[in-house]
Nanobody
């Protein structure tokens, strides 16, 4: 069974960068549709970015396009989210997700707080 562990969250000021990492075990990230989601207090969980298994096509939500970049490291079996020019509205718990033909796996999440 695939197991996902996120890391890299923290408390940062607006405008700075953070890099989140999702480490997978029990499976290979290149075989899954891998995604980053986020959930802010009182709000629904939303998709932030997705990377497709074949070819590595990526999709980013409009709210983060141009600031966030999802990438996959096959050698380390991780999926990362580079977050630049962070804004207070990016504050949320960020969760890693893997989907293979309807089998969905979630990590426990990592908190990102953007505040001055």
């Amino acid at each position: 069974q695939l197991h996902l562990v996120e890391s890299g969250g923290g408390l940062v000021q607006p405008g700075v960068s953070l890099r989140l990492s999702c480490a997978a075990s029990g499976g290979t990230v290149s075989n899954y549709v891998m995604g980053w989601f986020r959930q802010a207090p009182g709000k629904e969980r939303e998709s932030v970015a997705v990377i497709i298994p074949n070819g590595g096509t990526t999709l980013h939500a409009d709210s983060v396009k141009g600031r966030f970049t999802i990438s996959r490291n096959n050698a380390e079996n991780t999926v990362d989210l580079q977050m630049d020019t962070l804004k207070p509205e990016d504050t949320a718990v960020y969760l890693c997700n893997a989907d293979e033909s309807g089998w969905v796996y979630w990590g426990q999440g990592t908190q990102v707080t953007v505040s001055s």
